[in-house]
Nanobody
Framework: QVQLVESGGGLVQPGGSLRLSCAASGFTLDGYSIGWFRQAPGKEREGVSYISSSGGSTYYADSVKGRFTVSRDNAKNTVYLQMNSLKPEDTAVYYC????????????????????WGQGTQVTVSS
């Protein structure tokens, strides 16, 4: 059974930090690029970050650049999203997704290029 499971979400104050995890089961992540997406109520899903299968290439949405860091530990079959200096506008359900392709700066945020999706984890940034 192919599964991606996000964890690490929760309620934090503005300026706080969270680390999200995306763990795979039923397959190995080392052959997949991973995208992080988020969707806030009433808004379209947007790409947040991307990391290639080897970890050699990363991309970030302009809105999170300098605050978020994506990384992966293929030995643990897990990808991470470290989120610092969180803002209320970061509030959303966060999803990880796996693509069999290496993606590029103008394609990584296209959800249709990802084959597998997790169930999402809620991140709420509020005082």
């Amino acid at each position: 059974q192919v599964q991606l499971v996000e964890s690490g979400g929760g309620l934090v104050q503005p300026g706080g930090s969270l680390r999200l995890s995306c763990a795979a089961s039923g397959f190995t992540l080392d052959g997949y690029s991973i995208g992080w997406f988020r969707q806030a109520p009433g808004k379209e899903r947007e790409g947040v970050s991307y990391i290639s299968s080897s970890g050699g290439s990363t991309y970030y949405a302009d809105s999170v650049k300098g605050r978020f860091t994506v990384s992966r530990d293929n030995a643990k079959n897990t990808v991470y999203l470290q989120m610092n200096s969180l803002k209320p506008e970061d509030t959303a359900v966060y999803y990880c997704a796996a693509s069999p392709q290496r993606l590029y700066y103008n394609t990584w945020y296209r959800g249709s290029l990802y084959d597998y999706w997790g169930q999402g984890t809620q991140v709420t940034v509020s005082s």
